[in-house]
């Protein structure tokens, strides 16, 4: 199983205007290219499940709940799927918006 760098995946596939939209609205209303079908998303869960779930558990390990984006999306495989991707990418490009203005303070 690959590991999800999401942060060179994301860097590798989106220009910072792509990142910083996902980041601020988030991919259902971005709809960034490449996780905008459930076929897109499906992959890149297969693909990078495990690390998924780690970003998953450090959030709820932070926050003290699992996102309600995800859990209200367990009786169906396929937006399960989408939900966690759309998620995590989220959660990364927030991360790279908040590391990129730390570095220009």
């Not at 989106?14 to 990142?19: A, K």
Request: some cysteine; proline content about 2%.
């Amino acid at each position: 199983m690959k590991t999800f760098i999401f942060n060179d995946f994301i860097q590798a596939t989106y220009d910072s205007y792509d990142i910083k939209s996902i980041a601020t609205h988030g991919c259902a209303s971005y709809a960034p290219n490449g996780m905008t079908s459930h076929h897109e998303t499906s992959y890149i869960y297969d693909e990078y499940a495990e690390d998924l779930h780690n970003i998953i558990d450090i959030y709820t390990f932070d926050i003290g709940e699992t996102p309600k984006y995800i859990t209200d999306n367990l009786g169906n495989y396929v937006q399960f799927k989408n939900a966690v991707v759309w998620f995590c990418a989220e959660a990364v490009c927030q991360n790279l918006q908040y590391n990129q203005q730390e570095e220009v303070a």
